[in-house]
């Protein structure tokens, strides 16, 4: 995991080095469903209600597109579940800028699992890939964006247990540094 982190901060590194990039915090709830089929015996989460914080780079490929890799920290509960899996999520967007201020998002995550509650379920938990799609504002220094997370892969680690994390996010970002 280490090198992921590291390998992360050298992209914003690179990124950092051109004009045309900026950065900043943002924080925010997520609204969790958690599926889960147990040798094909499917049952849903109600949503459950957590929060996400973290940092966001935009490197500016042209007027309207952008890459915004990002590092965050997601807490993930189901509702109906007394379980609470804790992620260092990694994803990457590709962001379509249009009248100015609007964007429509789409992108990759992985989440690296850091810790769960009750503390035991963690050694069941395996990374989170999933598909974002998200659109966003821009007013000022603020930013505020509503994401959809689709989860593409089994977060579980036993055999005949399939379980998917889908996420809402609404997030609020303000820009620390560029233009």
Do not use: C, W
């Not at 992921?4 to 609204?31: E, H, P, R, T």
């Not at 579940?81 to 789409?106: G, W």
Request: hydrophobic share 45%; glycine share 12%.
């Amino acid at each position: 995991m280490k090198k992921v982190v590291l390998s992360v901060f050298a992209v914003l590194v690179v990124f950092a080095a051109s004009a045309q990039f900026k950065g900043g915090v943002k924080a925010g709830v997520n609204m969790a469903k958690i599926s889960t089929d147990i040798d094909g015996l499917g049952s849903d989460s109600e949503n459950g209600t957590s929060f996400h914080v973290g940092v966001y780079g935009v490197f500016a490929l042209s007027d309207a597109l952008a890459v915004q890799p990002e590092l965050l920290y997601n807490s993930i509960k189901g509702s109906d579940s007394d379980i609470t899996v804790n992620f260092l999520s990694i994803p990457v967007m590709v962001t379509y800028t249009f009248a100015e201020r609007f964007n429509v998002q789409v992108g990759p995550q992985y989440g690296f699992v850091l810790s769960s509650d009750p503390s035991e379920a963690k050694d069941d938990m395996k990374g989170d890939f999933t598909l974002n799609l998200g659109a966003g504002a821009a007013f000022g220094k603020f930013n505020v964006t509503a994401r959809y997370g689709i989860g593409l892969s089994n977060v579980t680690d036993i055999d005949g247990v399939d379980t998917k994390i889908n996420n809402f996010q609404i997030s609020l970002g303000y820009q620390l540094f560029g233009e």
